[in-house]
């Protein structure tokens, strides 16, 4: 499971979100597909979870979506944004 770092702020709106490192006072826009996810790791939802939930409101290939999730995802982590636990991290991108 993804956890949020605790010095990370969110705010979203209609067209993306806003997130605030308050350890590096950086800021970083996001779309409005990275707020949809984010706001999934707000609640708690797993990756796989999060992959789902996207593909079936947007009726888009679950194979796409966990491929775009990830990226995304590892894109946080390195900013030191969430990080996870062993569990998820086994979760590997799917084979063409």
Do not use: W
Request: with cysteine; net charge neutral.
């Amino acid at each position: 499971m993804y956890k949020i770092s605790d010095a990370v702020r969110s705010a979203h709106g209609q067209d993306g979100a806003v997130l605030f490192d308050l350890r590096t006072g950086r800021m970083l826009r996001l779309n409005s597909v990275g707020s949809m996810i984010f706001q999934r790791l707000e609640k708690g939802r797993a990756q796989s979870q999060i992959v789902e939930e996207i593909s079936r409101d947007f009726n888009i290939c679950p194979t796409t979506v966990q491929k775009d999730v990830i990226e995304f995802l590892r894109s946080l982590e390195q900013l030191n944004l969430i990080g996870c636990d062993s569990a998820e991290r086994t979760l590997k991108e799917p084979q063409q």
